[in-house]
């Protein structure tokens, strides 16, 4: 029997994409057809602390799969994938906030610090979003001790090949790091660490939107491994890193999110796709840019900047099987 449990996860080789500054984007084209005409921000919140990496495993709580559809048919159709309400409407976009993040050091106990106040930087600006969708954000727990072999949560059987995972379980960002330093000990640093725990956290509002619930049943209908179960796959992490993109989009030279920030987070995430060898679940290399670029802003004039909308982070309404690959 295949498995029910899934682990979503995330990473990067550290490839040389150099100056990916707004105005030297590492995307080209629109993965989808249709771009809104106008998008607004919802307003921030007040700052408040709230307490990786590319995995999950759906949650089972009743509150958020009770009244989960029977899967059949396109995906597309699903409304709770590419018909999500989240994904239907435009000009809703994420809140600005003032995102004080600590300096970085490579170090296991300054790394949690780093990635706990990243995700409430996160928190901030994405619950008036959830709140406009009549959501009430969850906070994710967060797991980064140093060791991945020491992660004993809920989704510690899982399948795991990459740096970090969501775990739907239990809301857990994993972040080990042992298995980060890869990317997080990379001349890309700080870019890199943020790169994937906002990436992570796509995965999170996938969950409180019930997009994971939903994906996971249609992922288990058609076959696990199947070629259009892979695709599911990878429209669900290309939704993620296009969510992480139009956190950059909305917040870049505010507070801690610098344009070098920004830009060794594009370098990390030009190698953040399948890698060779392993089965086609996360997107293409140059997929998982031009989804982060397009969340950014959805545009392909370069003198243009409109703002980021969670209606075009819509991989199940991709203009053509080219950008899902």
Not at 202 to 215: I, P
Request: with cysteine; hydrophobic share 30%.
């Amino acid at each position: 029997m295949k498995r029910l449990a899934v682990v979503v996860t995330a990473g990067a080789a550290v490839l040389g994409l150099a100056g990916c500054g707004p105005a030297e984007r590492p995307w080209a084209l629109s993965p989808t057809g249709v771009t809104s005409e106008s998008t607004t921000a919802p307003p921030t919140t007040s700052s408040t602390s709230e307490t990786r990496s590319s995995s999950f495993t759906p949650s089972t709580s009743s509150e958020r799969t009770s009244a989960l559809p029977t899967p059949d048919g396109d995906v597309r159709n699903d409304p709770l994938l590419g018909g999500n309400p989240v994904t239907l409407e435009q000009g809703v976009g994420v809140g600005q906030v003032d995102c004080q993040l600590p300096g970085w050091r490579n170090n296991p106990d300054a790394n949690q610090a780093y990635y706990q106040a990243a995700i409430g930087c996160l928190d901030n600006a994405w619950r008036p979003t959830l709140s406009h969708f009549g959501e009430t954000l969850e906070s994710p727990r967060l797991w980064a001790g140093a060791n991945a072999q020491t992660y004993d949560g809920a989704c510690a059987s899982g399948e795991r090949n990459r740096e970090a995972f969501y775990c739907g379980q239990d809301q857990t960002i994993v972040m080990p790091f042992d298995t980060m330093n890869s990317l997080t000990g990379s001349a890309n640093g700080a870019g890199a660490a943020f790169a994937v725990i906002s990436h992570e956290y796509g995965h999170h509002l996938q969950q409180q939107t019930r997009v994971l619930a939903q994906y996971s049943a249609q992922r288990t209908a058609a076959g696990w491994d199947s070629g259009p179960g892979l695709q599911m796959s990878r429209q669900l992490e290309l939704q993620a890193w296009c969510f992480s993109g139009m956190f950059f989009g909305v917040n870049l030279g505010r507070g801690s999110i610098s344009q070098d920030l920004w830009r060794k987070a594009a370098n990390n995430n030009s190698g953040a796709g399948d890698r060779r060898g392993e089965a086609r679940q996360h997107g293409t290399n140059q997929n998982v840019s031009n989804w982060f670029g397009w969340g950014f802003s959805p545009t392909l004039d370069r003198n243009q900047r409109p703002a980021p909308s969670t209606y075009e982070c819509n991989p199940w309404a991709a203009r053509d099987n080219g950008w899902i690959q």
